[in-house]
């Protein structure tokens, strides 16, 4: 659920990067935030990937470990608790929705789930295995139901296919 969160945070960046105090627990993903705001929506979909991966994997060409996915959570649950003030209630929504998300599919299971070679790291290639990459910004392709096969993440994370669908809607 790391991956699926990292992707729904890239597209939530540019809405949820405000300014505040954030504890030192959040500074982190807040700066990432802020960072990659203007690369998930003014560049090719890709670009926000990588930095994405950047920051939730310690050896990025190797993938995702399911320690790191752990962490990952760990981070966003500290910056939501931190910045979920400053948020429309649109975006705390959304936010919340996918680590209730992530919380009910597992950290474990949902890293499983990606980590089709079975080798402990899921890679970008896994992770994007179900959305099709092309030269918009990735809240356009999320949001492209051509460019991601909902039916196939569904029953890769084996929910009911509705469930995923309120992820992607605008």
């Not at 505040?20 to 807040?30: E, F, I, L, Y």
């Not at 930095?51 to 500290?78: C, H, I, M, V």
């Not at 970008?124 to 179900?130: I, K, V």
Request: charged share 20%; aromatic share 6%; hydrophobic share 40%.
């Amino acid at each position: 659920m790391r991956l699926l969160l990292i992707l729904l945070l890239c597209w939530a960046a540019p809405s949820v990067a405000k300014q505040a105090s954030p504890d030192s627990g959040a500074n982190g993903v807040q700066s990432f935030i802020r960072d990659v705001s203007r690369t998930c929506t003014a560049q090719r979909a890709q670009a926000c990937i990588d930095a994405g991966w950047k920051f939730a994997a310690r050896s990025p060409q190797q993938g995702l470990t399911l320690a790191e996915l752990l962490d990952l959570r760990q981070k966003l649950g500290g910056w939501y608790s931190t910045f979920q003030d400053t948020m429309t209630p649109q975006e705390r929504g959304s936010v919340m929705l996918g680590l209730l998300l992530a919380d009910g599919v597992g950290m474990k299971r949902l890293h499983t789930a990606f980590d089709t070679d079975r080798n402990g790291r899921v890679t970008q290639r896994e992770l994007l295995a179900d959305v099709k990459l092309d030269n918009r910004p990735l809240g356009a392709v999320l949001l492209d139901e051509k460019a991601v096969n909902r039916e196939a993440l569904a029953g890769r994370l084996g929910m009911p296919p509705g469930m995923i669908q309120g992820l992607f809607t605008p």
